[in-house]
Nanobody, 127 residues
């Protein structure tokens, strides 16, 4: 059973920073990629970032490029999301996700491409 557990969410002022973590219970070499999505109330789940686990290639959603950085620690089976210059519109529940098999990069932007999901962590950015 694969489990993804997010942590690091919280309340921060606009312009501040937070770092989210997602620890995987399974040996992550079996994952092709891991990513982050977010969902604000009344909105669809939005792609934030993803990382190819073996190659380290990264892809970002347009709204977070230049502000967020995704990274992984293979030894700790953990993926991180460093969020800088946070804006009120970044407020959402952030979800970690993992995909086991190869997917073209363009498809990694879609939630349906992912096989496993964490429970989510709330990020609130005050103005």
């Amino acid at each position: 059973q694969v489990q993804l557990v997010e942590s690091g969410g919280g309340l921060v002022q606009a312009g501040g920073s937070l770092r989210l973590s997602c620890a995987a219970s399974s040996r992550t070499f079996s994952f092709y990629a891991m990513g982050w999505f977010r969902q604000a109330p009344g909105k669809e789940r939005e792609f934030v970032a993803t990382i190819n686990w073996s190659a380290g290639s990264t892809y970002y959603g347009d709204s977070v490029k230049g502000r967020f950085t995704i990274s992984r620690d293979e030894a700790k089976n953990t993926v991180y999301l460093q969020m800088n210059s946070l804006k009120p519109e970044d407020t959402a529940v952030y979800y970690c996700a993992a995909v086991q098999e190869f997917k073209l990069a363009i498809f990694l932007r879609y939630p349906l491409s992912y096989d496993y999901w964490g429970q989510g962590t709330q990020v609130t950015v005050s103005s």
